[in-house]
C-alpha cells in the first residue's frame, strides 16, 4: 500500500519553510496534547493514539523522520520534506489500514499547525490557511 499525502505551505501559512526539526516538534506537541488527554480521563490515551516510536531514517537520499510501531495493528510509514514547501506522508509496502488512519490524524493536525494546504491519501484536499 504505498500512498502518500502532501502538505503545501502557502503563501499565507504560518510557516514558510519546512524543517526536519519543525516537524518534529509539532509530532511531539501532538504526543503531549494527547498525553494530557490521557490524564484528564485517567487511562492511557497517549499509546493508544499514537503507537509510534519516531526516528531519523534516510529515504531515496533525503532525511526523513520514519514512525515504527510495535502494535501488531501498525507497522510504519514516513514524514519527508520535499524542496522546502511539501510535506509528504508516505505509506510503505506493509503499512497497514490502520497506519493510514493515523497517518490521517496526524497528516490533519500538522496541516491545522503550520495552516497549509493539505491532499489525502484519497487525493481530496482541505484547506488550513487564510484565503
Not at 501559512?13 to 503531549?32: F, G, H, M, R
Not at 509496502?93 to 484519497?122: H, M, V, W
Request: charged fraction near 25%; proline fraction near 2%.
Amino acid at each position: 500500500m504505498v500512498q502518500q499525502a502532501t502538505i503545501q505551505l502557502m503563501d499565507k501559512s504560518k510557516y514558510q519553510e519546512a524543517s526536519l526539526d519543525l516537524l518534529q516538534n509539532l509530532i511531539n506537541d501532538y504526543i503531549q496534547s494527547s498525553t494530557k488527554i490521557g490524564q484528564q480521563v485517567d487511562w492511557n490515551y497517549e499509546r493508544a493514539s499514537f503507537p509510534y516510536s519516531l526516528s531519523n531514517k534516510k529515504l531515496d537520499e533525503q532525511d526523513a523522520l520514519y514512525l515504527k510501531s510495535n502494535d501488531s495493528r501498525y507497522n510504519h510509514f514516513v514524514v519527508s520534506i520535499q524542496d522546502d514547501k511539501h510535506i509528504i506522508i508516505t505509506l510503505l509496502p506493509n503499512s497497514t489500514y490502520g497506519d493510514k488512519g493515523k497517518a490521517n490524524e496526524l497528516c490533519r493536525y500538522l496541516a491545522q499547525k503550520i495552516e497549509g494546504k493539505l491532499e489525502l491519501f484519497n487525493k481530496r484536499i482541505m484547506y488550513f490557511y487564510k484565503r
